[in-house]
């Protein structure tokens, strides 16, 4: 069954440093999201991107966030100076194009740890 | 309102026992709707959707009412295996977009 991916599994960044989570999302599908998720927490939405371009953000998703699908294949989120509010475990998803709302497939998550 | 609500539980049930979660939505335009799963540090995983006849995948019914707003989730002669936490799940009408649910916590016990 085709899946999601995401690298890297756990990434320790120092605060203010730059990160990038990576994503392979499901090859037919059309629709990417990011989400995280901070320890004992709702899901929380960040973004969602369709046609190369941001569909929809939240309000967390603010300047230091910004996302993008370089060849095709891979849809990365960038954190641009992380603090230390950003540990969380970010999940990314996919879903098919299809006349109504298709259920979205999640990446096992990377855990983000800023120190 | 919360866009989707949730009893958070938690619910501490034993084996075979039969449980119900409930969920609320505000948004009377959204379409779709879906139960997902997530167990401990794991991301969630789609356990099914939601139709408005309601409909059944072995132990697990779902039913939605959208003049009240609320789909419920029945599990039948629980497991153990189905301690997680259940995502209520629903869409944000005209783009493609799913709002969660703050999850109820299963606990089956032997």
């Known amino acids: 069954e085709p899946e999601v991916t995401q690298t890297p599994s756990h990434q320790v960044t120092q605060m203010g440093q730059e990160v990038i989570l990576r994503c392979v999302p499901i090859s037919n599908h059309l629709y990417f999201y990011w989400y995280r998720q901070i320890l004992g927490q709702k899901v929380e939405f960040l973004v969602s991107f369709y046609n190369n371009e941001i569909s929809e953000k939240s309000e967390i998703f603010d300047d230091q966030f910004s996302v993008e699908r370089p060849d095709g294949s891979n849809f990365t989120l960038k954190i641009r100076s992380t603090k230390l509010e950003d540990s969380a475990m970010y999940f990314c998803?996919?879903?098919?194009?299809?006349?109504?709302?298709?259920?979205?497939?999640f990446g096992d998550g990377t855990r983000l740890s800023i120190l | 309102r919360k866009e989707v609500e949730q009893d958070p539980g938690p619910f501490n049930v034993p084996e075979g026992a039969t449980v119900a979660f409930n969920c609320t939505y505000s948004?009377?335009?959204?379409?779709?709707f879906f139960w997902y799963r997530q167990d401990c540090r794991k991301e969630p995983k789609l356990l099914m959707s939601v139709y408005s006849s309601g409909n059944e995948d072995g132990r697990f019914t779902a039913q939605l009412n959208r003049a009240s707003q609320y789909i419920s989730l029945l599990i039948r002669d629980s497991k153990l295996s189905d301690s997680a936490t259940y995502l209520c799940?629903?869409?944000?009408?005209?783009?493609?977009?799913?709002?969660f649910g703050a999850g109820t916590r299963l606990t089956v016990k032997p």
């Open positions: 998803a996919s879903s098919a194009p299809g006349d109504s709302n298709q259920p979205q497939h």
């Open positions: 799940v629903v869409n944000l009408p005209f783009n493609n977009d799913m709002r």
């Open positions: 948004n009377s335009a959204s379409q779709s």
